[in-house]
């Protein structure tokens, strides 16, 4: 069965410091990867996505970067964070084609003081 | 792009009772596929069930069930016999079915549904 893992869990990071989050799938080949940000009281926000290795497509304008160095491992970095990059980060993936549904990981606190 | 919408933030039921939540959605696509998503408190995304747009049948899944009305673009999500457990956040999502691009999933903001013992 396929499983997505996902960590940190939480993450205390004071502005300007690097940050990487890392998310790996088992058990499939060729998903679709994503990245969401929640902020408290929305929705999930699509960050960025990807179709394949090394292919990365942004939503949204940010400090953030991401990249997909191995088929079923996704990385979301950044630099320097900024204290608006606080919030929760969920990775998720899907079936490449004829896929529906998205299969979430549980997701990255992230706390920037 | 799609929208969609949750025009309840807040929702509360009595336990064993009957609560609906409400969405619409807006698109130009005839064939896409439509979610409901559950986020306990340990905030994982959790799905709770799936309706394919070119499917009448409204979906079912226990004491979940969707109705799902394509021409007025809503779907709202019944669930029956409500348990503390069904105490969450509910976020309804769109995807187009097409097989071009992401395909990635569009969100409402979201229902809170608190359950009275």
């Known amino acids: 069965s396929q499983t997505i893992h996902q960590w940190p869990a939480t993450l205390v990071q004071p502005v300007g410091s690097p940050l990487s989050l890392e998310c790996t799938v088992e058990g499939t080949s060729n998903p679709n990867l994503y990245w969401y940000r929640q902020a408290a009281g929305r929705g999930l926000q699509l960050l960025f996505y990807s179709v394949g290795i090394g292919q990365i497509s942004s939503e949204v304008p940010q400090n953030l970067s991401a990249s997909r160095p191995q088929d079923r491992q996704f990385i979301l970095s950044s630099k320097k964070l900024l204290l608006s990059d606080s919030g929760f980060y969920l990775c998720?993936?899907?079936?490449?084609?004829?896929?529906?549904?998205?299969?979430f990981g549980q997701g990255t606190r992230l706390t920037v003081v | 792009a799609q929208t969609v919408t949750q025009s309840q933030p807040e929702m509360s039921v009595q336990e064993a009772e009957t609560v609906t939540l409400s969405c619409t959605y807006d698109t130009s696509e005839s064939d896409y596929y439509l979610f409901w998503y559950k986020q306990p408190p340990s905030r994982q995304m959790i799905l709770v069930i799936r309706q394919e747009a070119y499917k009448q049948q409204n979906a079912t899944e226990n004491r979940f069930s969707v109705n799902f009305q394509k021409a007025a673009k809503s779907f709202s999500l019944k669930i029956s016999d409500s348990q503390l457990g069904d105490a969450a956040m509910y976020f309804c999502?769109?995807?187009?079915?097409?097989?071009?691009?992401?395909?990635?999933?569009?969100f409402g903001t979201g229902t809170r549904l608190t359950v009275i013992p």
């Open positions: 999502a769109y995807r187009s079915a097409s097989w071009t691009g992401a395909n990635n999933l569009f």
């Open positions: 998720a993936w899907s079936v490449r084609r004829g896929g529906t549904e998205a299969f």
